[in-house]
Nanobody, 128 residues
Framework: QVQLVESGGGLVQAGGSLRLSCAAS????????MGWYRQAPGLQRESVAS????????????NYADCVKGRFTISRDHAKNTVFLKMNSLKPEDKAVYYC?????????????????WGQGTRVTVSS
């Protein structure tokens, strides 16, 4: 089983910053993608940022939702199976529960299997 543990959420004023962290654990063979999603009450979950490829390095291809481009930065520590989301210039519209997602290959029941894991979510509140 692959599990994700998130941290870093909290309450900030508009214009402030937060840094979210998500650490994956388990018998992970390879990590194919990691990303962040968010969901506000009554709304659908949306993709915020993702990082893919890059092999065993800390670098990869990144993608961002249009509304966070230039403000949010996704990064990773491959050796620790950890992904980060640095959020700057936060707006009230950014208020949501942020979820970490990871996809890859892990070892289970004597075979390699794909996994698609989600974290429990961390709440971000931005005051105006």
């Amino acid at each position: 089983q692959v599990q994700l543990v998130e941290s870093g959420g909290g309450l900030v004023q508009a214009g402030g910053s937060l840094r979210l962290s998500c650490a994956a654990s388990g018998s992970i063979v390879s990590m194919h993608a990691m990303g962040w999603y968010r969901q506000a009450p009554g709304l659908q979950r949306e993709s915020v940022a993702s990082i893919t490829g890059g092999g065993s390095t800390n670098y990869g291809s990144t993608n961002y939702a249009d509304c966070v481009k230039g403000r949010f930065t996704i990064s990773r520590d491959h050796a620790k199976n950890t992904v980060f989301l640095k959020m700057n210039s936060l707006k009230p519209e950014d208020k949501a529960v942020y979820y970490c997602n990871a996809e890859g290959l892990y070892y289970s029941r004597s075979i390699y299997q794909n996994f698609d894991a989600w974290g429990q979510g961390t709440r971000v509140t931005v005051s105006s």
